[in-house]
């Protein structure tokens, strides 16, 4: 029994002694994983850390694109003076370029170039791209067009508008067909855009060669005086292929492309008012084609009435007046934005509001050669009304037009198509329409201009309209050649012809109004064309006459 104890207990301590002995193995066990654990732990917070570190030197390098030295000579943040403080969200800040030829591999800016990304301006969305002349002289790459297509890509998909900051000199040498190939990608996507979302380009430096043909396609372009450059080939190229000694200033300066080619739309004296001035525009665009005009509150009376609009043509026909007093006494707040103002001064364009509302303005401008159309003010003004109707922005016309500028220099530079243009253009416009006739309309020009013929909504008159083929003294030495009372004959023609009765009559125009009323009249329109709808037969594309 003893014996047999024994082996028991025996058997007790061996059972403990091997529960004790693998609960000690299981607590080494454990305590060396553990061990081990805090020391993968840290190796990977090492890790982690030295890529953070990696990281944040890479993005400091992209801050500083071509070096401080560069940077100090450069203008300030762009980016940061047009979007709102702290908006501004960065795309692919990392990338390089991918180029080994002329040992490229060896000299690598971070940002390649080019700061894309988004932010918004008084707090609607907006996307960017800022081309950087200190890092490459701001010359495309390939990797430098895929952010810029990226954004442009996004833009589309969100619907809000592109804005670029052009500041390059052109196409990266060294890159060969890498380069041609990231311009057509860019002038592809501009295309695919145009009419879905606003598209603007500052030229803040040069911008040469290929690089000018992005801003050509965009909606609008603006420019920096005296330190913004737009030309195909410069100075050097013109001299050696025709001798011709120009400046750059002189060939593709603010002046040349805002008074003479009509490329550029508005010129500004330095890039802070450039900026500035920038976002005061965005706040008249819709995001995209599927968004609402802006509204911007105002204190501006919906029903005010101006008395000095009753007098304010003259009685004499021959004398002039300023539209834009016209237009300033209308809109909301006198607040009239105009585009292109260097430019056909004959023709006037540009943004105003009505109810706080965007509205589209065009005018012919009796100050200047009569308010008469051609070749220039047409292509001018019918480029604006696409603008406009693409983007669901209402047509407000005031007319005072003696027709089309007749002349050989006229007919040889092609008035018969590209007055057509603006023809086509309101023919085809399918937003709210309304038209003011505040004296002369006289021949072709009067069905050009927004006429209830080409499908406008409102048109008016006041009582100093005169629509007819053409003025009375004219008309007179065709119609009563044989008679020697000339006088009494245009007395006659005008009596009948020379006034909006007889439009009027006919159904041509809606009404006839009093000057002072013009601001109510067509703010009380507006509200009921809000949801008006029209749609144009289907097509892949018209063929306007380009």
């Known amino acids: 029994m003893l014996a047999s104890a024994r082996r028991s207990s025996q058997k007790l301590v061996l059972r403990h002694a091997a529960s004790v002995s693998h609960a000690l193995t299981g607590s080494a066990i454990l305590s060396s994983s553990r061990c081990l654990a805090t020391a993968a732990t840290i190796a990977a917070t090492s890790k982690e850390a030295s890529l953070i570190s990696r990281i944040q030197t890479k993005r400091a390098e992209a801050l500083l694109g071509g ?52 932010g918004t ?8 791209f800022s081309q950087d002349f ?25 619907g809000a508008p592109v804005i670029g900051l052009n500041d390059s000199g052109g196409a990266r040498i060294q890159e060969g067909v890498d380069s041609l190939g990231g311009y057509a990608d860019i002038f592809l996507k501009n295309t695919l855009a145009s009419g879905v979302i606003p598209q603007i380009s500052l030229i ?5 060669g290929g690089a000018v043909y992005s801003p050509a396609l965009t909606d609008f372009t603006f420019m920096v005086r005296d330190s913004s450059y737009l030309f195909v080939t410069g100075p050097e190229v013109v001299k050696a292929v025709t001798n011709e000694e120009v400046t750059q200033e002189e060939l593709g300066g603010a002046k040349a492309h805002t008074s003479k080619s009509g490329v550029a739309h508005l010129a500004f004296d330095n890039d802070i008012e450039a900026l500035a001035q920038l976002r005061e525009f965005v706040d008249f665009l819709p995001l995209s084609n599927r968004h609402p005009v802006p509204v911007r509150p105002t204190n501006d009376p919906l029903d005010r009435v101006d008395p000095v609009l009753d007098t304010i043509v003259p009685a004499d026909s021959t004398k002039a007046y300023d539209i834009k007093d016209v237009i300033q006494r209308v809109v909301d707040d006198g607040y009239f934005f105009e585009i292109m103002p260097d430019y056909a001064k004959n023709m006037v364009i540009g943004f105003a509001r009505l109810n706080g509302e965007t509205v589209s303005i065009i005018a012919n401008q009796p100050l200047v050669s009569s308010g008469v159309l051609d070749i220039n003010s047409s292509v001018k003004a019918a480029r604006w009304v696409r603008f406009c109707d693409a983007f669901n922005i209402p047509l407000i ?3 005072d037009v003696p027709g089309f500028l007749p002349g050989t220099a006229q007919e040889h530079g092609g008035i018969i198509r590209n007055g057509a243009k603006l023809l086509y253009a309101y023919a085809e416009a399918t937003v709210p329409k309304i038209t003011v006739i505040t004296r002369k309309a006289y021949g072709g020009a009067y069905d050009v201009m927004s006429s209830k013929h080409l499908r406008g909504d409102m048109n008016y008159s006041w009582p100093t309209g005169e629509i007819a083929v ?15 009372d000339r006088a009494q004959a245009e007395a006659e023609y005008i009596n009948k012809f020379a006034n909006p009765l007889p439009a009027a009559q006919r159904g041509f125009l809606d009404d006839v109004i009093i000057p002072s009323q013009t601001r109510k009249i067509i703010i009380e329109d507006l509200k009921m064309l809000k949801t008006k709808k029209r749609e ?4 892949k594309h018209g063929n306007i006459p380009l």
Request: aromatic share 8%; with cysteine; net charge positive.
């Open 536 to 539: 144009n037969p289907f097509k």
């Open 134 to 158: 200190t890092a490459f002289g701001g010359s495309l790459s390939k990797m430098h067009a895929q952010k810029i297509c990226k954004i442009m890509d996004q833009a589309l998909l969100v």
């Open 67 to 118: 070096g401080q030295k560069r940077i100090d000579a450069q203008h300030a943040k762009r980016v940061d003076l047009l979007l709102d403080t702290g908006s501004f969200r960065e795309y692919d800040a990392f990338v390089e370029h991918q180029c080994v030829d002329f040992d490229m591999d060896k000299q690598k800016i971070t940002g390649d170039g080019v700061v894309t990304g988004y």
């Open 121 to 128: 301006i008084n707090g609607r969305l907006v996307y960017i």
């Open 397 to 399: 016309t005031f007319v």
């Open 204 to 208: 803040m430096g040069p911008c040469a």
């Open 470 to 484: 053409m003025g009375a003294k004219g008309a007179v030495e065709i119609i009563f050649r044989h008679v020697k």
